[in-house]
């Protein structure tokens, strides 16, 4: 069925209109012919009365010398006016006088209706007829009555000539209605047509870039259009936007390797990006679609846990943010990251969980090689410190601590020259020299100055620390304590000496023990290496008093051994300590930083 | 007078405009409804009544008088008056008076006069001649020629030798006949409407005037 409420706006427009003119037109013609009509039936009456006078008039005589031929006759001009059906012409006692009847239908009537009092006339429509009584008066007494029937006919005839004229003016009104709506049509219906036009090619085929074209006219439709125009340029540039940050975000995602998933809870789906599925050491596409699958990637020791973690994010609202491992198909462990936001509609139900994924394996285990290594450097019995190309400390182990006796918190941040005797105030100075040329100061012997004031031996190793430039930003320098390896040195000198001299005067072939000796004196020399002896550090301690107190040849013979394994055991951290690089682990804090 | 106009008022309707018709018919109204004076109804129905011819004929003599034009000097010196006069012996009887009583024409009072000259009749408007008579007619109407008196007669022959309205009797019913030249030779004009209704109206001058 044709309905104008789903009809064009042109069609709208002309209907509106048509239905206006047209309405205007048809109230405009009821109300002239219906005012016609009704001054037409005054009309009619009004001439059936004059009509009723004059037959009345040419009556009396008729009436008064009792002659109903004259008064027929005077009937008879009656055939002058069309519409006069029948008349009659009563005696004054109500009986009928004369009759006329157009078609000879005209049948008199036997009861003659009354007029009311005070009145000449009376008149009323009947059955199509207007039918008129008059009282023919006489110095105000009744002669005689006229009665007249007249048909409407000429009344219809007008009515059927006013319908004619109505229609005609209709249809005119009705075209240049058209005419007219044909050309506003280019004023209000064509833009707003091209307007929705545009507005469909925008929602359908999802372009952006179409404009709707100006009408020129500054109206509301103008404002429309332009609002419209300003409208599709915002969401161009909103797309554009939009566009770069994906873009951007994908790149920082593919470069951080961060994948991103999000769970529809009400669908239970949940959806990854490209960036997750590595993550898994899965292949595109391979990752599960429903959170429970989802949950069977994780480590089964890690996955209560998980489970509990998105159950209170959900449930309590606390911040999802949590590692778990993961094993992958090869068999290994991997440890993820992951962090997410719950969405939640207006009742604040949850419906959904969004976050990201990432891979902190390696972080991981930089973390724990740290921490290893750093408890390395701490628990050693070298003093291992930091310094800056300043001469201030920037890290200070254990070990320092046990041999300067200075602890962390007093040392870092000041300068180095503290540990410096007066005698060697320079030394430090010289060995930064050094250092900033990138040498590197190996073994060096000297003193250093304890807290508690004590002159200590020390083995100095200092190396530059490079940053990935290869610029020196600062020293490392490992101290050991040789202040016994030093006494014990030279009373082991003393004690060679003292036997050469002793062996020289007992015995005729001092050679053979002289070569024996210097052989057994060399093991003793720094750098030597021999098979590595387990014997404890603290027997080092004991070894030079008991070679100094033992002086007979045999006591001297154990002597020599102990000294060369005591030296031996002195030394071997130090391949160690290169091999693991905690050198340079230790020395990564090159910066002074306030005490903890 | 403009007492009547003959032709037919609908003819006037048909050619003329609305407006004209319409002065026309309340021109005619005004001057009808003074001068129309009532007759009694039952004085037309009253010879199929039974009642005597008389009385019929002395209703139609009081509405002649309605149905002239008078001139405008009344030949009467009793100004106010209109009398009807019955020359001879009287076959009324005592019906004309009480017909006219009361009644009036043109303005004036209706006086009845019982005469028996007919020098007398010079004040008169309407002379019944009775049939008593007739032998004297000839001398009568010469009399009166130029008075502007209507003479009324039921003496037969009465239009031809020189009267202007004779009652006769059609079909049991009382009728008129009327010598138009002579009333117009006596100065009256007669309305087309008892003209209409006359048996007889004679136009050209008769032999006998």
Not at chain 1, 7 to 36: D, E, P, Q
Not at chain 1, 365 to 389: F, G, M, N, Y
Not at chain 1, 523 to 529: Q, T
Not at chain 2, 157 to 181: C, D, H, P, S, Y
């Amino acid at each position: 069925m044709f309905r104008i409420r789903d009809s064009s706006i042109t069609k709208k427009l002309a209907w509106m209109n048509m239905m206006v003119s047209g309405g205007a037109l048809l109230l405009a013609c009821a109300a002239f012919v219906a005012y016609n009509m009704v001054t037409f039936r005054q009309t009619l009456v009004r001439d059936l009365s004059t009509q009723a006078q004059i037959v009345g008039a040419n009556s009396v005589s008729a009436l008064l010398f009792n002659d109903p031929k004259s008064a027929e006759n005077t009937l008879a001009a009656l055939k002058a006016g069309p519409n006069i059906e029948s008349a009659w012409i009563y005696s004054p006692d109500r009986r009928p006088f004369a009759a006329y009847g157009r078609d000879r239908r005209g049948q008199a009537l036997s009861t003659l209706p009354a007029i009311p009092p005070g009145r000449t006339e009376a008149y009323w429509f009947k059955d199509n007829h207007l039918i008129l009584v008059r009282s023919i008066m006489v110095e105000g007494k009744p002669t005689g009555f006229v009665y007249i029937v007249s048909d409407l006919q000429e009344m219809y005839d007008r009515l059927k000539r006013y319908a004619g004229i109505v229609a005609m003016v209709l249809a005119t009104s009705l075209i240049a209605a058209l005419l007219i709506s044909s050309k506003s049509r280019r004023s209000i219906a064509q833009p707003i047509e091209n307007l929705a036009e545009i507005a469909r090619i925008v929602s359908t085929e999802k372009q952006y870039s179409i404009r709707a074209a100006k009408t020129g006219n500054q109206d509301e439709l103008a404002v429309l259009i332009d609002a419209f125009n300003e409208m599709l340029a915002q969401i161009q540039q909103r797309d554009a936007a939009l566009q770069k940050t994906h873009e951007q975000l994908n790149l920082a995602l593919k470069s951080a390797g961060v994948g991103t998933w999000s769970w529809d809870m009400a669908k239970n789906s949940v959806a990854w990006d490209e960036f997750a599925a590595p993550l898994y050491g899965l292949e595109q596409g391979a990752l599960p679609d429903e959170y429970a699958g989802s949950l069977n990637l994780v480590h089964p020791e890690d996955r209560e846990r998980l489970d509990q973690a998105v159950a209170d994010s959900v449930e309590k609202g606390v911040p999802y943010d949590t590692e778990f491992r993961v094993v992958w198909p090869d068999g290994s462990t991997h440890v993820l990251g992951t962090r997410g936001n719950v969405y939640r509609d207006e009742p604040g139900k949850a419906v959904q969980m969004a976050g990201v994924v990432w891979d902190m394996t390696k972080r991981k285990r930089a973390e724990e090689e740290h921490e290893q290594l750093a408890s390395i450097v701490e628990s050693s019995d070298d003093a291992i410190i930091s310094k800056t190309l300043e001469g201030n400390v920037a890290s200070w182990n254990g070990g320092a601590r046990r041999i300067y006796g200075y602890s962390a918190e007093e040392m870092v941040g000041k300068p180095i020259s503290i540990l410096a005797p007066p005698d060697r105030a320079d030394e430090g100075e010289k060995i930064l020299e050094r250092i900033k040329k990138g040498e590197t100061v190996d073994r060096s012997e000297t003193r250093r100055l304890r807290k508690d004031g004590a002159i200590i031996d020390v083995s100095l190793t200092v190396s530059p620390i490079r940053d990935a430039n290869g610029r020196i930003t600062c020293a490392s320098e490992v101290g050991r304590d040789v202040t016994d390896r030093k006494r014990a040195e030279d009373e082991l000198r003393k004690l060679n000496e003292e036997l050469d001299e002793r062996v020289r005067q007992h015995y005729p072939h001092p050679r053979e023990h002289a070569r024996d000796g210097s052989t057994r004196g060399r093991l003793a020399e720094p750098g030597a290496r021999g098979p590595p002896r387990t014997e404890p550090a603290s027997d080092r301690a004991g070894l030079a008093g008991r070679s100094s107190r033992h002086r007979s040849p045999e006591g001297m013979q154990v002597s020599r051994d102990r000294l060369e394994s005591g030296a031996v055991a002195v030394r071997r951290v130090r391949p160690w300590l290169d091999e693991t690089g905690i050198h340079q682990l230790a020395l990564q804090r090159c910066k002074v930083l306030p005490p903890a | 007078m403009k007492l009547f106009y003959g032709i037919s008022p609908f003819l006037h309707t048909r050619q003329g405009s609305w407006a004209q018709s319409r002065l026309l018919c309340v021109a005619r109204i005004a001057a009808w409804t003074p001068a129309l004076f009532l007759v009694g109804a039952y004085n037309l129905h009253s010879q199929e009544s039974g009642h005597p011819e008389y009385e019929v004929k002395a209703a139609y003599l009081y509405n002649f008088g309605r149905f002239v034009g008078w001139p405008s000097k009344p030949p009467s010196d009793e100004a106010g008056s209109f009398a009807i006069c019955v020359l001879g012996h009287d076959p009324f009887g005592t019906t004309l008076d009480a017909t006219l009583a009361g009644e009036a024409i043109d303005g004036k009072s209706v006086v009845l006069r019982r005469i028996s000259k007919p020098q007398d009749t010079s004040n008169c408007r309407i002379l019944f001649i009775s049939a008593s008579e007739g032998s004297q007619l000839k001398e009568i109407l010469a009399r009166l020629d130029k008075m502007s008196v209507l003479t009324v007669s039921d003496i037969p022959q009465f239009t031809r030798r020189g009267g202007m309205v004779q009652f006769i009797l059609e079909e049991n019913k009382v009728r008129f006949e009327i010598n138009l030249a002579a009333a117009e030779r006596a100065g009256l004009s007669l309305s087309s409407q008892l003209l209409k209704v006359a048996a007889n109206v004679t136009r050209n001058p008769q032999p006998g005037d």
